[in-house]
């Protein structure tokens, strides 16, 4: 069974960092991209970052978090990490980890969230 | 970077059929995937590649996709239906390169 499992959510205030991991299990994770999708408070999906299969040689940010944010994965433990630093009270959300999968990269498999809220 | 747009809500009696658009510039060109979530769960991959269904998902759920606007498609509505439906491309060759519609909320009246 395909399993995603994020962690390392909580409360910062802003400025601060925060190191979410996702575990997965159950796939050959070193075959898949891996990447990060958002969902503040009552609003959409927002992609936050891929990173490519095997090495990950190839990573990739929506603007609001370039330069902020950095992906990383670990193919040894089975798990990609997002680390964030320079927190703003705008990044507060629910951070979904989810394979992307097909030639295409469908979102097939989520993990159920961690949530970061950043707050005074 | 390439953009998205759905409707923020559509509305379907029980049993009838809802129909929920993404336009995007010349979007037949690309593959859409679309995803259901439900209150406080995580996105459910419900149509990929325009109109392939994963496995688990009812054949009530189709989609199409052509011109400059993709389709799901949700047959004989059933009140576990409602929920916020999402549209996704891939947009290759872009620092971009997930791509989510805005989001609709479909009730079932």
């Known amino acids: 069974e395909v399993q995603l499992v994020e962690s390392g959510g909580g409360l910062v205030k802003p400025g601060g960092s925060l190191r979410l991991s996702c575990a997965v299990s159950g796939f050959t994770f070193s075959d898949y991209c891996m990447n990060w999708v958002r969902q503040a408070p009552g609003k959409g999906l927002e992609w936050v970052s891929s990173i490519s299969y095997r090495s990950g040689s190839f990573t990739y940010y929506a603007a609001s978090v370039k330069g902020r944010f950095t992906i990383s994965r670990d193919n040894a433990k089975n798990a990609v990490v997002l680390q964030m630093k320079s927190l703003r009270v705008e990044d507060t959300a629910v951070y979904y980890c989810?394979?992307?999968?097909?030639?295409?990269?469908?979102?097939?498999?989520w993990g159920q969230g961690a949530l970061v809220t950043v707050s005074s | 970077s390439y953009v998205l747009t759905q409707p923020p809500s559509v509305s379907v009696a029980p049993g009838k059929t809802a129909r929920i658009t993404c336009g995007g510039n010349n979007i037949e060109s690309k593959n859409v995937h679309w995803y259901q979530q439900k209150p406080g769960q995580a996105p459910v991959l419900v149509v990929y590649d325009d109109r392939d269904r994963p496995s688990g998902i009812p054949e009530r759920f189709s989609g199409s996709n052509s011109g400059n606007t993709a389709t799901l498609t949700i047959s004989r509505v059933e009140a576990g239906d409602e929920a916020d439906y999402y549209c996704q491309v891939w947009d290759s060759g872009s620092d971009h390169p997930w791509v989510f519609g805005g989001g609709t909320k479909l009730t079932v009246l």
């Open positions: 989810a394979r992307g999968a097909g030639s295409y990269y469908r979102g097939d498999s």
